[in-house]
């Protein structure tokens, strides 16, 4: 299962796909609506459900706009590899799903896909405010989107005991969060790297707790170890971060 040809061919064509981003990135448009046309279709043969698209286009997205922000040609050509390994275990992950949609190993490879996801976003989104004069309620507009698409596909993903009203309203909750965060972040002097690393760890946070409430897991205990690794976690990239001038 794990060398599934189906799932090693379509990784092999969102290989070919970054590199024409990589390669040519000005012609990367329709390639890439093209390779999100044969997700869509290739999602559903391989796990049953157009659902388990959403987090590998999301994916390509978000790798595809953050790699021109990549300034050494060997990081850009790692991230590449670690972004077609990503893809390769949320494909991996759907189609495990598909066949027992209680697979914890299928949900935990899609978990860390998602969070993949949620930073090349938040990173990159960030980088091109910072480089372009574009208004910051954009920025805070594509984080709430982001953040909404993804935390409603992990509460289906990991079957949280929640009506379709209630992933509805949670999910918005998380938009807000990450939102919020990035506003805070514009006053802050800090790179679209640093920037992107304490959105997700904030909205890491909010997950846990959320997830961990309606699996019956939240505890006193539970609560005050989220807290601290968001405290004791953003705390340390800060202190290492680089700071920039405030112009």
């Known amino acids: 299962m794990l060398w599934e040809f189906s799932i090693i061919f379509l990784t092999l ?112 989104a960030y980088g091109w405010y910072l480089n372009i004069a574009i208004p910051v309620w954009m920025i805070m507009t594509i984080f709430a989107v982001v953040s909404f698409s993804i935390s409603y596909a992990l509460f289906v993903i990991n079957q949280l005991k929640m009506n379709q009203h209630q992933r509805f309203l949670y999910a918005i909750f998380m938009a807000y969060l990450s939102a919020g965060s990035i506003w805070i972040q514009n006053f802050w002097p800090f790179g679209y790297l640093t920037t992107g690393v304490i959105t997700l760890i904030i909205f890491y946070s909010g997950w846990e707790i959320i997830k961990n409430y309606f699996l019956e897991k939240l505890t006193l205990r539970r609560l005050t170890t989220t807290i601290i690794f968001l405290a004791g976690a953003a705390t340390l990239v800060l202190l290492s971060a680089r700071w920039y001038p405030m112009t």
């Open 13 to 124: 064509v969102y290989l070919g796909v970054l590199w024409i981003a990589y390669s040519h990135p000005e012609n990367f448009l329709w390639p890439g609506a093209i390779f999100l046309l044969i997700l869509l279709v290739s999602v559903k043969a391989i796990s049953r459900k157009y659902f388990h698209s959403v987090i590998p286009a999301f994916l390509a997205a978000g790798t595809a706009l953050l790699l021109p922000l990549i300034d050494s040609l060997a990081e850009k050509k790692a991230f590449i590899v670690l972004s077609v390994g990503i893809f390769y275990l949320a494909i991996l992950g759907a189609y495990r799903l598909g066949k027992y949609e209680k697979d914890l190993t299928a949900k935990a490879m899609l978990n860390l896909a998602a969070l993949s996801v949620l930073f090349c976003w938040f990173a990159s």
